[in-house]
């Protein structure tokens, strides 16, 4: 017994006498030194809007601990001087900017990085995107967002990685290595964001109210939230929307008890723009200085815009309603943010002449449009180099006469996608300007629609003007879709066909007898299953940044083979929105729906053997999680798996299964297969998605060759969360993340519909 507490003893005093972590003494000699005024000056970021008579003094007094959106270097460090030389204790401001997808150079859109599935490229566009913003003297960025979006409705769909929780999770940990590198010193901080449930607003209309019982919430929402915190991220944002009740920006639950408490996490979380203060807006404060209370409670760090903190916080610690540890507590928080980047040390943005539209920036750019964009038809119109039996021989030429149109052919701005601000247009390549350069190169002859379009526009003189030039054309390719203000922030949709009328010149296109291929550069999945059936083929392209007009000639030409995946379910119809892979069975899945033209005239009403499904498609969408096509074709072998049971019990041998298959390239030329891991958990103590993502591949198969994939499965991949053990159904409180054993289906398939499952048991 002696010796135990000898031992005891001897422990406690190891521990006591660790060295204490550098950066954490730093910062307890600073806040010992820091006047109330200070702490709470460092819980406040404004923005340019600010004039100099608002914001200087305070930067001068050390009153202010981040600013935001701007991004001249000369005046970034002017600003940093007065932080640093003329306040007190001299802590450097955090300077913010949303990088959403590239800097100067544009990379597509985060759901067109999605349709990747290439994780190094992700990571590769976000560290050349820091290196182009930490010039301007931005280090901080908004960026990754991470939540999972169900609903193309919603405009934001197009700032995320899509509809699952695995990719996102893989996706936005990448972005964060990216941005931040693995230095000691972060050039770059990331910010996940918006925690949390901001995908699921009602209706797909932003910043509306969100429900999401607390498994759906653990199970689906939050992972890519800890996967981007695993990764680094060194700051996390709160949503707008109102989750169960209480504001993001309030809530303890999520901000306190998850993040801080199970989560143990010690970076900065800054509320949204205004998000505080539209707490009075949610209802659920009746003034600024209640929204001040409120989210000081929930640990929100740092007020982006809500001037709550700025006006009320002083007054409330005074008035003993907030008390100074709390303050302290998000101190602490932002100035380990400020010494991870370095910035006590080395505050100032080298100004250089900039290094932007680098080669290594445009080539990752253009290989991230050409990866991102997903073949959804070909007729055998595709790629053009291949097709010139198709042609008419109107020319008498061997190289194919094309009409290039459509609304995003020539347009610089539109085709970079939401949230770029600091793109460069002129330095954008269209398509137009891709293919004049192929016309030059004597590789096909170009006929040109003339004037300005847009993506909107309603115009017969425009359809009689295309109809006219189709006619003197071999083929067209027609690139339409959104334009860039249609998707992002506050951009929802209600309904999701091509704006004006596309629609109509696309018809009339396809009237003159000539190929038509259609290439869709958009913020969001469209229903547009009638236009896709009209044309011949279909590239959907998103929107695709800097180089996407190259990318995309030489998809359509064939000097690269498409490789992209939808990583979102293409709904046929608005109304059967939310529709995604990762769904329930139900009591009734739709084996043999009756469609609506099946059903006699004065059917009567009966009562067995309904399922599930709607009278127009069945249960079906136009395509499925994970679809694309490419200029080959695959054929996927049975999945092999070491063994029949994954044995979890403790000192197994075999704690890990082993799942592969053959895939065959059996076509005749090279291309990327993208095979994709799922399971199902047959039988649960919750009911279990009929499918889970649970790992991809990219993998190049020259024609004629088979390559095996190997993928490892262990417990941990079939854990879920569930209510624990003794939890009645419906009570809340008690959760537990784990696998139950039992059977499991597993596939290796080209996407979330097709492929045939092995069969293991978890014991
Ligand atoms: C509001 C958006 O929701 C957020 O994503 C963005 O980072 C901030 N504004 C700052 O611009």
């Known amino acids: ?109 985060p759901l067109g990085q999605a349709a990747t599935f290439d994780l190094a490229l992700v990571e590769e566009a976000a560290r050349l995107t820091a290196e182009e913003a930490v010039q301007a003297g931005v280090r901080w960025t908004f960026s990754p967002m991470v939540d999972v979006a169900r609903d193309p409705r919603w405009g934001r769909v197009a700032e995320g990685y899509g509809e699952d929780t695995y990719l996102t999770s893989q996706m936005g940990a990448a972005a964060v290595r990216g941005y931040q590198g693995s230095d000691s010193i972060v050039k770059l901080a990331a910010c996940v964001k918006h925690f949390a449930g901001y995908a699921v607003s009602e209706g797909g209309r932003d910043y509306n109210s969100t429900w999401i019982p607390e498994i759906q919430l653990r199970e689906t929402y939050l992972p890519p939230f800890k996967a981007a915190l695993d990764a680094g991220s060194l700051s996390i944002m709160c949503a707008f929307n109102d989750i169960n009740g209480v504001p993001a920006s309030a809530n303890k639950h999520l901000n306190v008890n998850i993040l801080r408490d199970e989560w143990q996490y010690d ?66 928080d932002i100035l380990r943010m400020k010494f991870r980047l370095g910035l006590f040390d080395n505050p100032y943005c080298e100004v250089e002449t900039p290094q932007y539209f680098q080669p290594e920036a445009l080539a ?28 008419t021989t109107l020319h008498n030429s061997k190289q194919p006469t094309v009409l290039l149109c459509g609304p995003l052919a020539h347009n610089q701005h539109d085709q970079n996608g939401t949230w770029c601000f600091d793109k460069v247009d002129s330095m954008t390549i269209t398509p137009l300007m891709a293919f004049r350069q192929l016309a030059k190169e004597g590789k096909i002859r170009l006929i040109e629609q003339k004037g300005k379009h847009w993506s909107r526009e309603v115009s017969q003189s425009n359809i009689a003007q295309l109809t006219r030039l189709a006619k003197q054309a071999d083929v067209v390719l027609y690139f339409g879709g959104e334009e860039s203000i249609l998707s992002g922030e506050a951009r929802c949709r209600a309904h999701l066909n091509l704006p004006g009328d596309q629609s109509e010149q696309l018809r009339a296109l396809k009237a003159t007898g000539k190929p038509v291929v259609l290439t869709v550069m958009a913020g969001r999945p469209l229903c547009i299953a009638d236009d896709i059936a009209a044309v011949d083929a279909v590239l959907y392209a998103f929107h695709g940044g800097t180089m996407q007009g190259p990318a995309l000639a030489n998809l359509i030409m064939g000097e690269v083979a498409p490789s992209g995946r939808l990583p979102i379910t293409f709904p046929q119809a608005e109304g059967q929105i ?21 059903i006699p005239v004065g059917a009567g009403q009966f009562s067995i053997g309904e399922s599930s499904y709607w009278l127009e ?109 003794g939890v009645t159904l419906g009570a809340d409180g008690a959760y537990a993340h784990s696998a139950e054993p039992g059977d499991f289906h597993v596939w290796i398939a080209p996407n979330a519909a097709e492929g045939q499952p092995a069969k293991f048991t978890l014991k």
């Open 617 to 725: 498609y069945g249960d079906q969408p136009l395509y499925p999680f994970g679809y694309g096509l490419t200029y080959t074709t695959f054929e996927y072998g049975s999945v092999v798996l070491s063994d029949t049971i994954l044995d979890s019990t403790p000192y197994t041998l075999h704690p890990t299964l082993q799942v592969s298959c053959i895939i065959k390239n059996t076509g005749n030329r090279t291309a990327t297969a993208v095979p994709q891991l799922y399971i199902r958990d047959l039988v649960g103590s919750l009911t279990r998605p009929i499918r889970e993502l649970k790992g991809f591949q990219r993998v190049t198969i020259p024609a004629g060759e088979s390559r095996t994939v190997t993928f490892e499965l262990t417990e941990e991949d079939l854990a879920y969360w569930h209510l624990a053990e």
């Open 364 to 391: 990752a750019a253009q290989r991230a449009a050409e990866e991102s964009a997903v073949l959804l038809k070909n007729d055998g119109i595709l790629p053009l180099h291949n097709s010139t039996q198709l042609y």
């Open 1 to 109: 017994m002696k010796s135990r507490i000898f031992l005891f003893i001897a422990l406690v005093a190891m521990v006591g006498c660790q060295p204490k972590d550098p950066i954490e003494q730093r910062i307890d000699d600073l806040l010992a030194q820091m006047t109330l005024e200070e702490k709470i000056g460092q819980m406040n970021q404004l923005d340019p809007s600010w004039s100099a008579e608002e914001k200087e003094p305070l930067i001068a007094q050390g009153l202010m601990g981040s600013i935001f959106n701007i991004v001249d270097p000369q005046e970034v460090n002017r600003l940093q001087r007065m932080a640093v030389e003329e306040s007190r204790l001299g802590i450097p401001l955090l300077v913010a900017r949303d990088v959403i997808h590239g800097f100067r150079t544009i990379y597509p859109i």
């Open 267 to 332: 970076g900065l979380l800054v509320s949204d723009w205004g998000s505080i203060y539209n707490m009075v807006a949610h209802g659920i404060a009746t003034d600024r200085r209640e929204t001040a209370i409120q989210s000081v409670e929930a640990q929100v760090e740092m007020d982006m815009q809500s001037n709550a903190y700025l006006w009320y916080l002083k007054d409330l610690v005074e008035q003993g309603v907030v008390s100074e540890q709390q303050i302290d507590a998000c101190v602490r």
């Open 578 to 598: 939310p529709l995604y892979y990762n769904k329930k069975n139900t009591g009734r899945p739709a084996d043999h729906p009756v469609l609506i033209d099946d």
